[in-house]
């Protein structure tokens, strides 16, 4: 039986991380021909967390985009859960993870939002060993405002089943996928908290 304990002992949590890179590693390679700038330690930074009394919130170097951390959340390495990302977080009590990337919209395919969903969903479903069941869409459509398609979708990935929430968000002129992922065991316990942190995504404040 692969509960929580599995997930998280003996490289469970690496293995975890492994997932996002296979299954979401395609995703805007190439395309979306981001750049990343040195920190004061030499090493790669795309993002920076900004504190307040009330809460966290993670900002992206890259993009015009934030997302507040909810409890429990806090952000992770850049780099450690996709190489492009503009935001990464985590929640490891709870075994969920988050990454944004953005894309410039002139530099997809033409269509709408329903298309570039569609494209997107193609691609993490192509990292799957097995697609689990069917892609469900959810009723979300708007995210802060903006424009959005979600969906719920499940695969094996690296000989473990996984769980994800997949929005796009149509934003100024780039398209974001805002996409979080648990363990496959722990979906229904965690299908609330992953729908809450999705919709903490935001345009950055100017």
């Not at 805007?28 to 981001?34: A, I, K, N, P, V």
């Not at 459509?141 to 000989?159: C, D, K, L, M, T």
Request: hydrophobic share 40%; net charge neutral; with cysteine.
């Amino acid at each position: 039986m692969a509960g929580k304990t599995g997930w998280r002992g003996q490289g469970g949590l690496r293995s975890l991380l492994v997932v996002a890179a296979v299954a979401l590693g395609v995703t805007g390679c190439g395309t979306l021909g981001l750049s990343r700038s040195l920190d004061g330690n030499g090493t790669m930074d795309s993002q920076r967390v900004d504190r307040s009394f009330r809460d966290d919130t993670l900002v992206s170097r890259l993009k015009p985009v934030r997302l507040r951390l909810q409890n429990g959340w806090q952000a992770a390495p850049t780099g450690s859960l996709h190489p492009n990302a503009d935001l990464e977080a985590h929640n490891l009590d709870q075994s969920m993870f988050l990454i944004v990337l953005g894309e410039d919209r002139n530099a997809v395919a033409p269509g709408n939002l329903e298309d570039q969903a569609n494209f997107y969903l193609q691609i993490l479903k192509g990292g799957f060993a097995q697609v689990i069941g069917n892609q469900a869409r959810t009723g979300v459509e708007r995210i802060n405002g903006f424009p959005a398609v979600q969906y719920e979708v499940r695969g094996e990935v690296s000989q473990r089943p996984v769980a994800y929430l997949h929005t796009t968000v149509e934003m100024g002129d780039n398209y974001y996928q805002v996409v979080v992922w648990t363990p496959d065991d722990l979906r229904v316990a965690n299908s609330e908290a992953m729908r809450a942190i999705a919709q903490e995504f935001r345009e950055a404040q100017q």
